[in-house]
């Protein structure tokens, strides 16, 4: 047997295999972008969300392809489009009209293209539609919220960014036991307490702060989007496994694919905007 020397880990990188610098330059521009669109244009906040979806859902079409499973990307691009924008100038009742139209139109789209693997087609096809395009919709409900849109999204987004923060650096220092080792080897229950902890904390923080309610509520949030973000975490690992590829893609430095980064967010939103509406 052939021994060569040990590897040497690339610089700046941790032993999650994440180069930790440059994953941190991309947030922080990431962060600056997000909050300099909500507080000055929300309409370019719809804009960088669109965009960022549009990539995630180009990553999920191109999976698909891999295994020759046919999604069309401009019919669902267009239906994410325009359920965003219909949730954020028409309300509840838009998107769910929009989102059920995509899916007709979507099922008539498949139709003309032959009648061989069209029920693997269009169950991949709405799949990707919901996932995470409809799910998306509700952060533009969020926004749309008369004087606090912008601070509820701000809410929503930094409480799930910090399960994602505070579970991989509890994970780097503690992490010993496997949460889910055929779906996820990586995710330990140590990294999901610091997971929760985070959140708990930024949840708690930013509604007493942005929201000015009681620090309670926040904490509940925050409780309920790392159930929330952990299991939308694991929902992507397990299509990345069926379709075998380790990451979307590598449109995000030291962060992987932009899939990667929405799979907690579109998990977690549907609960933060039923929580807000019902507590604040």
């Not at 701000?154 to 991989?168: E, P, Q, R």
């Not at 949840?203 to 929330?228: C, Q, S, T, Y």
Request: with cysteine; glycine share 12%; proline share 4%.
């Amino acid at each position: 047997m052939k021994v060569g020397p040990p590897v040497e880990p690339v610089a700046g990188s941790s032993r999650t295999g994440r180069n930790l610098p440059v994953a941190v330059a991309v947030g922080v521009g990431l962060a600056v972008v997000i909050i300099a669109s909500l507080y000055f244009v929300k309409e370019l906040f719809l804009a960088v969300v669109i965009a960022a979806v549009g990539l995630g859902v180009a990553e999920l079409v191109r999976s698909f392809a891999e295994r020759e499973i046919k999604v069309p990307f401009v019919p669902v691009l267009v239906g994410m489009a325009a359920m965003v924008t219909g949730a954020y100038w028409g309300g509840t009742a838009w998107l769910v009209g929009v989102f059920a139209m995509t899916v007709l139109v979507l099922l008539m789209w498949r139709m003309f293209q032959g009648t061989e693997g069209y029920v693997r087609d269009v169950a991949a096809t709405i799949l990707v539609t919901v996932y995470p395009s409809m799910l998306v919709g509700f952060v533009a409900l969020l926004l749309s919220h008369p004087g606090e849109g912008a601070d509820q999204v701000v809410v929503f987004i930094a409480t799930t960014a910090a399960s994602d923060i505070g579970g991989y650096f509890a994970g780097i220092l503690f992490g010993k036991h496997k949460m889910s080792p055929l779906i996820s080897p990586k995710k330990t229950w140590e990294g999901f307490a610091g997971s929760a902890l985070a959140c708990m904390a930024v949840g708690g923080w930013l509604v007493a702060w942005l929201l000015e309610a009681a620090v309670w509520k926040g904490v509940v949030i925050g409780a309920v989007v790392v159930v929330f973000a952990t299991l939308g975490d694991l929902v992507e690992s397990v299509i990345k496994r069926d379709l075998g590829v380790k990451d979307m893609s590598s449109v995000l430095p030291g962060h992987g694919g932009m899939m990667d980064r929405l799979d907690s967010l579109v998990a977690a939103v549907i609960p933060v905007w039923i929580l807000l509406t019902l507590l604040v």
